[in-house]
Nanobody, 125 residues
C-alpha cells in the first residue's frame, strides 16, 4: 500500500495550491479518503474527507469555503484545492484512507488504516 502526497510548497497569503495524493495497493473507491494536517507540538487535525461510495464531503469549520476536496477514482488520486490561504494553514498535510464502514467520527485519526508521509505547505505573510 502506498499513498504519496505532492503539491506542497511555499505560497503567499491569499494564494492557492492544489495537493494530490496518488494511492496504490487497495481498492480506492471502497475507501473514505481524507486530508489531515499537523503543526509541531500539536495533534494531527482532520481537514476534510470524501466518501468513495457517494462522494459525500466534509470540511472542518476553519477551511469551509476555501478548500475543496475531490477524488478521481479512475486515477486513484485524491486532491485538495486550497484557496485564500492563511498563515494558520501552514502545516504538514497528510492524506489517509479508511475502509468505508459506518463509524461515528470520520475525522478521527485512529479510524484511518493507511497514511501518506505528508507534504509541507507554508503560507507566508
Amino acid at each position: 500500500v502506498q499513498l504519496v502526497e505532492s503539491g506542497g510548497g511555499v505560497v503567499q497569503f491569499g494564494g492557492s495550491v492544489r495537493l494530490s495524493c496518488v494511492v496504490s495497493g487497495f481498492t480506492f473507491d471502497h475507501y473514505v479518503m481524507a486530508w489531515f494536517r499537523q503543526t509541531p507540538g500539536k495533534e494531527r487535525e482532520g481537514v476534510s474527507y470524501i466518501k468513495g461510495s457517494d462522494g459525500t464531503t466534509y470540511y472542518t469549520d476553519s477551511v469551509k469555503g476555501r478548500f475543496t476536496i475531490s477524488r478521481d477514482n479512475a486515477k486513484n488520486t485524491l486532491y485538495l484545492q486550497m484557496n485564500n490561504l492563511k498563515p494558520e494553514d501552514t502545516a504538514v498535510y497528510f492524506c489517509a484512507a479508511m475502509i468505508e464502514v459506518p463509524v461515528s467520527n470520520l475525522m478521527r485519526t485512529a479510524n484511518y488504516d493507511y497514511w501518506g508521509r505528508g507534504t509541507q505547505v507554508t503560507v507566508s505573510s
